[in-house]
């Protein structure tokens, strides 16, 4: 069964860029025919979508976000990642990589999920 | 990309049925069979509950079921029970491939 666990570290100062990783078992990130996602949920506050990569290195990014994200695959490690830059208390959340079969419309396997905030 | 229109709370007493919506456009929720719910309990990652408007994923209970009619989604829970109550969220691909969810319903059970 896919499983995803997600590192990265819990505080970004202000302006500097989060980076986040998402590693995959269970199955190699190249063969389960996956698009792997980014969504990240403030506190409180409701899911928002910020991107889709697959293996092959496509993308997909949220209009209100694309400038300043970028998402990477690395087949070697059985993993994606997550760049945002210019991180400010707007960006506060708590970021989940899913993972969304090629085909499908829905995320059918979710990280455990990573509070990011700004550091002060 | 606007948000998903989505009722902020729905309460139900054990037993009863609920249902709740989730609106959006001719772009997202109108365009394309590709609605999709989760429920996410406090701290913990959202879970498919539906997905493709109508389909129960293996494991989700039949009491849950999802219907759409032009741009306004709806999730129905049959026989609530207390587990139920939670965070609910609707999902939908967007005619500009991305993709868009709902603020989130917030269930209670009395």
């Known amino acids: 069964q896919l499983q995803l666990q997600q590192s990265g570290p819990g505080l970004v100062e202000p302006w500097a860029t989060l980076s986040l990783t998402c590693g995959v078992s269970g199955g190699s990130i190249t063969s389960n025919s996956y698009y792997w996602g980014w969504i990240r949920q403030p506190p409180g506050k409701g899911l928002e979508w910020i991107g889709n990569i697959y293996y092959s290195g496509s993308t997909y990014y949220n209009p209100s976000l694309k400038s300043r994200v970028t998402l990477t695959v690395d087949t070697s490690k059985d993993q994606f990642s997550l760049d945002l830059r210019s991180f400010t208390a707007a960006d506060t959340a708590v970021y989940y990589c899913?993972?969304?079969?090629?085909?499908?419309?829905?995320?059918?396997?979710w990280g455990q999920g990573t509070l990011v905030t700004v550091s002060s | 990309q606007s948000a998903l229109t989505q009722p902020a709370s729905v309460s139900g007493s054990p037993g009863q049925s609920i249902t709740f919506s989730c609106t959006g456009t001719?772009?997202?929720?109108?365009?394309?069979?590709?609605v999709s719910w989760y429920q996410q309990h406090p701290g913990k990652a959202p879970k498919l509950m539906i997905y493709d408007v109508t389909n129960r994923p293996s494991g989700v209970s039949i009491r849950f079921s999802g219907s759409k009619s032009g741009n306004t989604a709806s999730l129905t829970i049959s026989g609530l029970r207390a587990e139920d109550e939670a965070d609910y969220y609707c999902?939908?691909?967007?005619?500009?491939?991305?993709?868009?969810f709902g603020g989130g319903t917030k269930v209670t059970v009395l």
């Open positions: 999902s939908s691909y967007t005619s500009i491939n991305t993709w868009v």
């Open positions: 001719s772009n997202d929720v109108g365009h394309h069979n590709s």
């Open positions: 899913a993972g969304q079969r090629f085909g499908e419309y829905h995320f059918d396997t």
